[in-house]
C-alpha cells in the first residue's frame, strides 16, 4: 500500500508559479499511474494531470485542456515524488489539489476514483 503527501500548495496572484510535490511512502510509485486531481467548492473533483505507467524509462503524460501548456506532470527517477508545475495560473485554478495513485496502467482517469490511494490535499488559491 501507498501513502501520499502533498505539499507545495499556497496563495499566489494571477500570472504567479507554484510547484506541488507529493511523496510516496510504504512503496514507490514504480508500477503505478498516478495524477492530480483538483476540487474548487461546489464542485466535483477533476483530472488536471497525470502519468500512466508504461514500464521503466516510459511516461505518458496526459493533461486535461484547461492546463495544458501552463500546467506540467514529473516524478523522480526513484518513483518517490511526484510533482506538478504550475504556471501562468489563474484565478479559475483555485481549488485543493490531491495527488492519488493506482497500480497499473489507468490512462483514461476517469472517473476520479478508479485511482485507489489519495493524499490529503494542498489548498491552492489564485488571486485576481
Known amino acids: 500500500q501507498v501513502q501520499l503527501v502533498e505539499s507545495g500548495g499556497g496563495l499566489v496572484q494571477a500570472g504567479g508559479s507554484l510547484r506541488l510535490s507529493c511523496v510516496a511512502s510504504?512503496?514507490?510509485?514504480?508500477?503505478?499511474?498516478v495524477g492530480w486531481f483538483r476540487q474548487a467548492p461546489g464542485k466535483e473533483r477533476e483530472f488536471v494531470a497525470g502519468?500512466?505507467?508504461?514500464?521503466?524509462?516510459?511516461?505518458?503524460?496526459t493533461y486535461t485542456d484547461p492546463v495544458k501548456g501552463r500546467f506540467t506532470v514529473s516524478r523522480d527517477n526513484a518513483f518517490t515524488t511526484l510533482y506538478l508545475q504550475m504556471n501562468s495560473l489563474k484565478p479559475e485554478d483555485t481549488a485543493v489539489y490531491y495527488c492519488?495513485?493506482?497500480?497499473?496502467?489507468?490512462?483514461?482517469?476517469?472517473?476520479?476514483?478508479?485511482?485507489?490511494?489519495w493524499g490529503q490535499g494542498t489548498q491552492v488559491t489564485v488571486s485576481s
Open positions: 492519488a495513485a493506482r497500480y497499473g496502467s489507468w490512462p483514461l482517469f476517469q472517473p476520479p476514483m478508479v485511482m485507489n490511494y
Open positions: 510504504g512503496r514507490t510509485f514504480r508500477g503505478y499511474t
Open positions: 502519468i500512466t505507467w508504461s514500464g521503466v524509462g516510459a511516461a505518458q503524460t
